[in-house]
């Protein structure tokens, strides 16, 4: 008997040690080209682990690299810090800066990306504690299954006091064993069974809001109270075997895991391995207006300071330092550049470095090396229905291409254009699916410009469909 579950994406491992350069090669198969910036944050990585096999005295005096990406969008800044999360098995989050600027934004201070950021690594922890416990858990859920089914044979005295010495003990143990078998090849997965299950209904209650109290108070209070309701009524229910292992699963692996422990563990890695990824830091550069919506900006560039310097923010599972927390923070600074911060967090951001705007030749590798790459994507998923796509190098050549035009000629989104192309060449195809009659499709640059020639060339139409 297995749980039918979905496991996390495997991690890298071995990032200790990787050197820079082996980290900007792992890099390169997902993300094409900017290579200052891979070897920015490959540095920046190396440098935390370089400062973890410090003593403590200088450990607590080495601040982290922050980096500041200057780039349009659609070049790959978000992806390049996400990748790199995966990589260093680090807590990551990826928050717009321009959030807290928004009139009547209430009760969102900027401390609340740091307590998001634990909440994540706190679910990070226990998915791998999981695993960690999953055999052990798949045994103690077949036994209790098989408690439960051998209740339900009559003959079987359930009772230890009625067992008549080893001829009762003998009997059980061979039909726990013929319902083991069952079990396990899943000829038991309908029958249905009767079980305890804790009622998880919300009650009702009244909320009363005091001056005073901030939303990140009440926020803390709902999640304890809902975590309070866990342990609720127990009822029977009836279900069948294959809908009861999830439940009894899920019992198992909560008594198995040290809560705990699970919340120390993810506090200590935010505060040595945590990445906060701030975006459009450039819609906050710039001083004080007086008046309009802009009046905001430098006050959350000095709300955001303490917390990129170092500070402590309370989260629901205790205090936590951000101290040596990586900030990495992104925007186009098209109307504005990084000298127009205040000066203290221009220098807690020692590192700039500018991305480049992709053009064909990028676009082309982008198509087709990355390890999932788009092409690779769209082939796989019609593949599902046995419809064969076959791309040739030409017909990759024209999709980039039209990309290019349609960016020059419109708004530029860089990579992100290429969904649109891709998306609206294979709409016919993927739209009749498994009924298509011809079940291979072969993309050349002829398929390419017949689909969408005539709508690149319109200005007016490709800003609505590309």
């Known amino acids: ?21 082996e980290i900007v090669k792992a890099l390169d198969k997902y993300v094409i080209g900017q290579n200052a910036a891979k070897r920015a944050v490959a540095i920046a990585v190396r440098n935390r682990i370089r400062r973890q096999k410090l003593d403590e005295e200088m450990a607590e005096e080495v601040a982290p690299k922050n ?26 989050i990826k928050v717009e800066a321009t959030k ?53 044979v009559r003959g079987i005295p359930v009772d230890e006091k009625t067992l008549d010495g080893s001829r009762d003990l003998e009997r059980i143990e061979k039909m726990r064993e013929k319902l083991r078998k ?58 069948p075997v294959s809908e009861a292992v999830d439940y009894i699963m899920q019992e198992e ?40 919506p802009d009046v905001s900006r430098e006050g959350v560039q000095r709300d955001i300071l303490p917390i990129v310097e170092g500070t402590n923010v309370i989260t629901r599972y205790g ?18 550049k990084p000298n127009d911060l205040i000066p203290e967090l221009q220098g807690r951001f020692p590192i700039r470095v500018e991305m480049n705007l992709l053009g064909e030749e990028e676009f082309v590798r982008i198509l087709q090396e990355p390890k999932n790459a788009l092409i690779r994507q769209y082939t796989a998923l019609l593949a599902t229905e046995g419809l064969k796509l076959l791309f040739t190098a030409d017909g990759i050549r024209q ?20 969904h649109t192309i891709v998306e609206a060449l294979l709409e016919d195809v993927s739209f009749e699916g498994k009924q298509r009659k011809i079940k291979e499709v072969r993309i050349n640059a002829g398929y390419v410009q017949k689909k969408l020639g005539d709508i690149a060339r319109d200005k007016d139409l490709s800003r609505y469909i590309l």
């Open 1 to 21: 008997m297995k749980k039918n579950s979905k496991r996390s994406e495997p991690r890298f491992r071995g990032l200790d040690e990787m050197s820079p350069k």
């Open 67 to 92: 980096i500041i990406m200057i780039g349009s969008t659609g070049v790959g800044k978000t992806e390049i810090a996400r990748r790199l999360a995966r990589m260093a098995n680090s807590p990551f």
């Open 100 to 152: 807290f600027t928004e009139v009547g934004y209430v009760g969102r201070d900027v401390e609340s990306m740091v307590r998001d950021l634990v909440e994540i690594a706190v679910d990070m922890v226990r998915a791998e504690k999981i695993l960690e416990i999953e055999e052990k858990a798949e045994q103690n859920t077949e036994e209790r299954l098989l408690d439960i089914l051998l209740a339900t």
């Open 182 to 239: 069952k079990l396990r090849s899943g000829q038991l997965n309908q029958r249905l069974i009767e079980m305890d299950v804790r009622e998880h209904s919300m009650p009702p209650v009244s909320f009363q809001v005091f001056e005073g109290s901030g939303l990140e108070e009440f926020q803390f209070n709902m999640r304890d109270m809902i975590s309070g309701m866990v342990d609720g009524k127990a009822r029977k229910r009836r279900m």
């Open 253 to 292: 692996e909560q008594k198995l895991i040290d809560m705990e422990q699970v919340a120390r563990t993810a506090m200590n890695r935010v505060e040595q391995n945590g990445i906060i990824f701030l975006d459009e830091i450039d819609k906050i550069a710039g001083r004080e207006s007086g008046h309009g």
């Open 319 to 336: 205090m936590i330092r951000t101290d040596h927390i990586l900030f990495i923070a992104a925007g186009a600074f098209h109307s504005s």
């Open 399 to 418: 999709i980039a291409k039209l990309a290019c035009e349609v960016n020059d000629n419109t708004e530029n989104i860089g990579a992100r254009r290429l």
